[in-house]
């Protein structure tokens, strides 16, 4: 019991610097309309975390992900959220709308 209070302040403390950590990440924009995302190539340092920002712009619900790297973000329309991606090798990462495979592509190219 004596250390219950402790534990609720490491939580807090921790609780606020997580969104500072998330500040300090190099953030990239995406939009997802009318099944197509934009930009089309991406380029980003590898080594590095990184932070998308995802924004559906679209009439409808969208689905941004890239299966090889576990990356699944769906979003109704207006919707916006972002995914953290960890440091990446250097090399491309394709990523797609789930509900239009076919005409919407990104490649995130790191080097």
Not at 21 to 40: C, F, N, Q, R, W
Not at 42 to 55: D, F, H, N, S, Y
Request: proline residues 8%; charged residues 20%; neutral net charge.
């Amino acid at each position: 019991m004596r250390f219950a209070p402790t534990l609720v302040v490491i939580t807090i403390v921790a609780a606020m610097t997580m969104p500072a950590v998330a500040a300090d990440l190099t953030t990239y924009s995406v939009v997802i309309k009318d099944g197509h995302i934009t930009p089309a190539r991406l380029e980003v340092p590898a080594g590095k975390k990184i932070k998308l920002t995802i924004r559906n712009e679209g009439p409808g619900p969208c689905e941004f992900e890239n299966l090889d790297l576990r990356v699944e973000k769906v979003l109704a329309p207006g919707a916006s959220s972002f995914v953290v991606i960890h440091s990446l090798k250097p090399g491309s990462y394709r990523f797609f709308d789930e509900f239009h495979p076919s005409t919407s592509e990104m490649l995130l190219i790191a080097k």
